[in-house]
């Protein structure tokens, strides 16, 4: 089946770094990527839409700015936390469309900003 | 979007069949229905889709009454391997389903 591989898997920072999560399509092209965000015992929030070779499309609440995501090519998308704070830790990942319209996720990134 | 709701919780034993039946009454005629698992600290997976009647698959079978306005999880002799939180998500492309991902059912299976 269809594989997104999602690097890295766990990071901890400190209060004001950047951290870049990457979200890879293994074995198929993904013209579109979703990321999303989970807090514990919550269910998945949905951040953006990445689309290649285009700017991504944010949901109402999701700074921009502070969430980069860059979408260069058909099995890559990368999202940016810059200036990263505790408040935004928490656990991200990544999904693409793959075959037969299904969503293949990632396996998660925890992070941890302390 | 058709909104689903499911139960929050499910307890079970192992080797029981456990059904999980999500409510979708306003599914378009072009939606899919389609259940992911989650276990702590990982991306959901793929479990199962259908349109309507009964699939069945290595892992679960999925019921959909003729009216399509809910469907049915079935796992057949549950593990404990199988405690998770399963999600019903309905829509008529993958791009439907970014806003649709409920609370989902968190199932506990027990010795």
């Known amino acids: 089946g269809a594989v997104v591989s999602q690097h890295p898997s766990r990071v901890i920072c400190k209060s004001g770094t950047s951290v870049k999560i990457e979200c890879r399509s293994l074995?198929?092209?993904?013209?579109?990527m979703f990321w999303y965000r989970q807090f514990p015992k919550q269910s998945l929030m949905l951040m953006a839409t990445?689309?290649?070779?285009?700017?991504?499309?944010?949901e109402q609440g999701v700074e921009k700015d502070k969430f980069l995501i860059n979408h260069a090519s058909l099995t890559l998308s990368t999202l940016t936390v810059t200036s990263a704070h505790p408040e935004d830790s928490s656990f991200y990942i990544c999904?693409?469309?793959?075959?037969?319209?299904?969503?293949?996720f990632g396996s998660g990134t925890q992070l941890s900003v302390l | 979007l058709a909104k689903t709701t499911q139960p929050i919780s499910m307890d079970s034993y192992e080797g029981q069949e456990v059904n999980i039946t999500c409510s979708h009454n306003?599914?378009?005629?072009?939606?899919?229905i389609t259940w992911y698992q989650q276990f702590p600290s990982q991306g959901p997976r793929f479990i199962i889709q259908?349109?309507?009647t009964k699939v069945t698959n290595e892992v679960a079978s999925l019921f959909i009454p003729a009216d399509r306005k809910s469907s049915t999880l079935s796992l057949p002799r549950v593990s404990l391997s199988d405690t998770a939180v399963y999600y019903c998500?309905?829509?008529?492309?993958?791009?439907?389903?970014?806003?649709?991902f409920g609370a989902g059912t968190t199932v506990t299976v027990r010795a």
């Open positions: 306003n599914i378009a005629t072009n939606d899919y």
């Open positions: 999904s693409a469309t793959g075959p037969n319209e299904k969503l293949f």
């Open positions: 259908g349109y309507k």
């Open positions: 998500l309905v829509g008529e492309h993958s791009n439907d389903y970014k806003l649709s």
């Open positions: 074995d198929f092209q993904a013209t579109t």
């Open positions: 990445s689309n290649e070779g285009s700017k991504a499309t944010y």
